[in-house]
């Protein structure tokens, strides 16, 4: 079974940047598609960004497009997302998903607040 940890977040003034990682114990994330997402409170959940588990071919939310990078390294058994030129709008808990044939895994989340 396969457990998601997210680390990275925390507070960050605007125009400021922060890196989120998202590892895993027990399988190795190699084999997945990965996808980051976020919730603002009292709003839904959305997703960021995510990155296949074969060619590495990204998606990004507009919102964010040209300020987040999704990447993986599968030696470190991690996938990342570099946010730059953090927005308020940023806010919220950031959580990664990952998705196989086994179905959807989810972390616990790691809040990221931008203000100043």
């Known amino acids: 079974q396969l457990q998601l940890v997210e680390s990275g977040g925390g507070l960050v003034q605007p125009g400021g940047s922060l890196s989120l990682s998202c590892t895993s114990s027990?399988?190795?994330?190699?084999?997945?598609?990965i996808g980051w997402f976020r919730q603002a409170p009292g709003k839904e959940r959305e997703r960021v960004s995510c990155?296949?588990?074969?060619?590495?071919?990204?998606n990004y939310a507009d919102s964010v497009k040209g300020r987040f990078t999704i990447s993986r390294d599968n030696a470190k058994n991690t996938v990342y997302l570099q946010m730059n030129s953090l927005k308020p709008e940023d806010t919220g808990v950031y959580y990664c998903?990952?998705?196989?044939?086994?179905?959807?895994?989810w972390g616990q989340g790691t809040q990221v607040t931008v203000s100043s």
């Open positions: 027990g399988d190795t994330l190699e084999y997945y598609a």
């Open positions: 990155i296949d588990s074969s060619e590495g071919r990204t």
């Open positions: 998903r990952s998705s196989g044939i086994k179905g959807n895994y």
